[in-house]
């Protein structure tokens, strides 16, 4: 009831659309309803959910959330100069419950699940827990 | 152990206080001890969970938030000019998790729970799945 | 199932780290498979999961924070003045799940688990709520 799945992020700042990674687990688990949990193990990445229907809004967001978290600040200490990034990860999250109900994801029609990729490219570990429910 | 609600949104931005709505939910079910999942199938609102006791304190959210993500950015290339609510609701999160204990959620004494809107005014659903403890 | 523990943060703003506590707490329950809820249940502090390394992160991270959210606005109305830590609590959230795997808190090699305090110092309530997968 634990998944693992490795994504390659390809750029620097990034989304990743997995939410048919994360609805293959939950099928093959073979579960009806439950709660799961999405996580990446890494402090530079998170998990998010947003509109995967128009890649604009992608856009807009890593944009504006760069614009607000640039990439340098002058007090910055940390010397892997990626601080923005961890900044990133702690607000999105690494880790995201998802109700799980008749077998399937309950998403809304416009929402898909990201993994953010905010130091890479790189290979991330993604990772799905279920929590069934008793019958 | 699936609840769902709707929720009329009174305006383009506000919160809205659900902590009875949820609070009933769990009476409802019955339950004693376990985790709930409060979430909203929308990408342009969320859940968030702030106090409910100085009405002040909602104003001064949204209006910071609104300061840092304003409406419009001249980079946007989202169509429908609402980037700034798919923002907001992937840094609030359109799904948290509750502990429900001795029967009732569990929630500090200022604790309240908001559904945001932020592309308004609509009417939202409000999903809440409950998943109790082994006695 | 459930745990309290009470922490003393040390300034107004700081990140205290309580991975070991969570984890004492996990292996005191004695479950091998599951999910657990950590969650601080106030409106002014928060749980959030960053590097543990390098104290050099936590410095920024709040720096940056501090600089997008200043401790003062001109529209503040809130009359206590802490809005800009009620604004940080509920980015950060107040209650995040995590994975525990083999008997263990499922986290990578550089996350730790941060108690946030955004308008102390206080003693905070640090609630850890444990349910396990069906064997």
Redesign the interface.
Known sequence: ??FEHSVRTPSAQAFVDVTNLVRSSVRQAGIK???I?V?????TAAV????NA?P??V???L???N???PEH?N??????GN??A??K???????????V?EGDL??????GIYLCEFDGPRTR?L?I?I????P
């Not at 996580?39 to 402090?43: I, K």
């Not at 007090?75 to 892997?80: A, L, Q, S, T």
């Not at 309950?106 to 929402?111: E, Y």
């Not at 929590?131 to 008793?134: E, G, V």
């Open positions: 009831m634990i309803e439950g709660h949990l996580a990446t193990p890494h402090t998010t959910v947003n509109e128009d604009d809004v856009h807009d967001l944009k504006r959330f614009k607000v978290f600040e007090f910055d200490r940390h010397g892997e601080s923005h961890h900044m990860s702690s607000l999105f999250g690494a880790c995201h419950p998802f109700i109900h309950l998403l809304g029609t416009w929402q570990r990772i827990s929590l069934a429910r008793d």
